[in-house]
């Protein structure tokens, strides 16, 4: 099993539309826990950090479900610069290590 | 604040060939990162300094894969010699350094293209 998997997508939205992505992950010793986008031909950003509370910034709301292991990422009003791949990182150790996961492909349509 | 800096931006070489590329990190950053990223996927960590010594190459091919950090800032990853299979983005990041904070600053990446 990979450490970190998530869907591919490609998600397929419309402006305004409220999406949302999991991202699961294998290793329970996992600290620390990320979402990074990614436009295409660029390099990965952080988008937010995932703390054990959830956490929102705007339209952006993440949450850490550690029962189940597994992270997601909602966004509301979906506007068209949203349209990116959004990348699920963890550090396990705290060594600073950070694994990603494939990403997940959000595509908003007008 | 200057960002992480990487060159080449794009390279194309032949297959047998050796390729080297450059990362500056932010200044003060005394974690640096090598990640390869295949069309499709997520970054794949190779390499993981702390100021100039390697803490972690345990996915770095070292029969043809090789890196450095001199003075624990600049760093080369290099190729020899290249595969087919490694056509790639090779991305450089660097990090404060603090544990758990996770915030990792990309370059945009050395895209190599191997024929």
């Known amino acids: 099993r990979k450490e970190v998997e998530q869907d591919p997508g490609p998600f397929n939205v419309p402006e305004g539309a409220t999406v949302a992505f999991n991202c699961t992950y294998s290793n329970s010793a996992s600290q620390s826990f990320f979402w990074y986008r990614q436009d295409c031909r660029k390099e990965p950003k952080l988008l937010m950090s995932v703390y054990s509370s959830g956490n929102e910034d705007g339209r952006f709301t993440a949450q850490l479900n550690r029962a189940s292991q597994y992270i997601s990422l909602l966004i509301r009003d979906s506007k068209l610069s949203d349209s990116a791949t959004y990348l699920c990182?963890?550090?396990?150790?705290?060594?600073?290590?950070?694994?990603f996961g494939t990403g997940t492909k959000l595509q908003v349509i007008p | 604040e200057a960002g992480v800096v990487q060159s080449p931006r794009y390279k194309i070489i032949e297959k047998k060939q050796p390729v080297a590329f450059w990362c500056n990190p932010i200044?003060?950053?005394?974690?640096l990162y090598w990640y390869l990223q295949n069309l499709g996927q997520g970054p794949e960590l190779l390499i993981r300094?702390?100021?100039?010594?390697?803490?972690?190459d345990s996915q770095l091919p070292k029969d043809r894969f090789s890196a450095e950090r001199l003075k624990g800032v600049d760093s080369t990853l290099k190729i020899q010699p290249a595969e087919l299979g490694d056509s790639a983005v090779y991305l450089c990041?660097?990090?404060?350094?603090?544990?758990?904070?996770?915030?990792?600053?990309f370059g945009e990446g050395s895209r190599l293209t191997v024929l």
């Open positions: 300094y702390e100021n100039e010594e390697a803490v972690d």
């Open positions: 990182g963890l550090e396990t150790g705290g060594y600073q290590k950070v694994t």
């Open positions: 990041a660097s990090s404060r350094g603090t544990v758990n904070t996770g915030e990792l600053f």
């Open positions: 200044s003060g950053h005394n974690t």
